[in-house]
């Protein structure tokens, strides 16, 4: 099972296109309306072979909201909104945090293109997490939903952003990042 917002490996023209190309075209495109932007973004999910399937059940959060934008702006809003959480998908799937930190690095910094990175790393982390918390408490025979279930996620999250950091640390010899 695929996580939203996580690096996958691929040979496609995305993932070996530069980072801030992907960014501008991405801003570009969410300037289109959506009968230009959702096909677009269709296209590119096809090319990469976008799990969208595995995808369901870790996107709950963004139905939802899509529910509440068809119910309060209609259906030509629903659609723009699903174009820029499909082009973030993609973005997100075949840009490796390393690499866009390496491109953003002379436009915007070597600390600033660094939190970049760590942000575009964290996502999947929590989600992936979460998960393991929540497997790991079915298989004791627990409720996966209740105040232990948080308390076990957001411990093992500390324990992985700990290390994270050191590791960080270690490698740019950035101590107070």
């Not at 495109?29 to 230009?36: A, K, Q």
């Not at 702006?73 to 082009?87: K, S």
Request: aromatic share 8%.
């Amino acid at each position: 099972m695929g996580l939203i917002f996580a690096y996958r490996e691929g040979h496609t023209f995305l993932h070996r296109a530069n980072p801030v190309l992907k960014i501008v075209f991405l801003l570009g495109l969410s300037f289109c309306p959506w009968w230009v932007t959702l096909p677009i973004a269709a296209v590119l999910a096809i090319i990469t072979a976008l799990p969208v399937r595995s995808f369901l059940k870790q996107l709950v959060f963004f139905i939802v909201i899509g529910l509440l934008i068809l119910l309060s702006n209609g259906p030509e809003a629903i659609l723009g909104f699903l174009a820029v959480v499909l082009l973030g998908l993609v973005f997100a799937d075949t840009t490796a945090p390393e690499d866009l930190a390496r491109s953003l690095q002379p436009v915007l910094g070597r600390r600033f293109s660094l939190i970049v990175a760590l942000t575009l790393t964290m996502v999947p982390l929590c989600l992936e997490t979460m998960e393991e918390t929540r497997l790991a408490r079915k298989s004791r025979g627990e409720r996966a939903i209740c105040a232990g279930w948080i308390t076990s996620a957001v411990s093992a999250l500390l324990d992985r952003c700990d290390e994270l950091s050191l590791a960080l640390r270690c490698r740019t010899g950035m101590e107070n990042l």
